[in-house]
């Protein structure tokens, strides 16, 4: 199909090669063979561009080795008459860790959990009630460190070929959950950069009353960098954080982010 957004393919990382998604292969993208059968075109890019991806392309913290909790999260990206999409939920409110921030389905891997993919699957499927046998897993990226919370957070890249409905399965844990359109994220009328008083400045979108910023905000930036899907933005529009956003987050005590900014430097 054509692609609701334009932008040309490639646009990879300089150097790196295909690498591996778990602590022992911590520079590795796991990509299978054969995982662009089945997957749309517009969507091309993304994968190809993860066979080449280095943990330094997307942070500057590198987990050390040993004794860190292993976390993962669902990056899905479907189709909503016939216009890309990615799946975000909207965290509660009063958690206590990234209490209220918009973030990918996602959380630790249980000991009964196969790996990564499927603590992804099965935390998705807990938080939103989506059927996982309609998703196919296309990547795991780069192992990433969160310092503050001390994990180790595998992001799974998938396909929804056969999407099923979403909805919010637990209050307690989320507040809502979103299929925000691909072209909106891309929209420079929706970019810019928030700060933090700790000196954080990261790259954020404003999107369906949502502020996605932090680890997701991030991680959204530079894989459309680097997919080249991204589209000149006003990169100097950079705002303060919403008074009730700085509130959760502090009280939460989490680091603002990790991930290697594309609105100018790295952050904090």
Do not use: C, K
């Not at 994990?151 to 998938?158: G, H, S």
């Not at 999407?163 to 637990?170: A, G, M």
């Amino acid at each position: 199909m054509t692609s609701a957004f334009s932008g040309p393919a490639g646009g990879g990382p300089a150097g790196g090669g295909p690498a591996g998604g778990s602590p022992a292969d911590v520079g590795r993208a796991d990509v299978g063979p054969g995982t662009r059968e089945g997957v749309p075109d517009w969507l091309a890019p993304l994968v190809d561009v993860v066979r080449h991806i280095r943990p330094e392309d997307l942070s500057r913290f590198q987990p050390p080795r040993g004794g860190w909790r292993q976390g993962a999260v669902l990056m899905l990206f479907g189709e909503t008459d016939s216009q890309p999409d990615v799946l975000l939920i909207e965290r509660a409110h009063d958690m206590r860790s990234h209490a209220g921030q918009p973030a990918f389905p996602g959380g630790g891997v249980d000991p009964d959990d196969d790996g990564p993919v499927a603590a992804a699957l099965r935390e998705a499927a807990e938080e939103t009630g989506l059927d996982p046998t309609g998703v196919d897993v296309l990547a795991t990226l780069p192992v990433l460190w969160l310092p503050p919370s001390g994990f180790e957070v595998t992001p799974v890249l998938a396909w929804w070929r056969e999407p099923s409905p979403v909805r919010v399965t637990d209050p307690r844990e989320v507040a809502s959950v979103h299929r925000i359109p691909v072209a909106e994220l891309l929209d420079p009328r929706n970019r810019l950069s928030v700060r933090h008083p700790s000196g954080y400045v990261g790259p954020a979108f404003s999107v369906r009353g949502l502020l996605v910023w932090g680890f997701t905000g991030g991680l959204l930036s530079r894989l459309f960098a680097l997919a080249s899907w991204e589209h000149a933005w006003d990169r100097d529009r950079v705002q303060d954080l919403p008074e009730q956003t700085l509130r959760q987050a502090l009280r939460s005590e989490a680091h603002p982010g990790f991930i290697v900014g594309s609105a100018g430097g790295e952050e904090s």
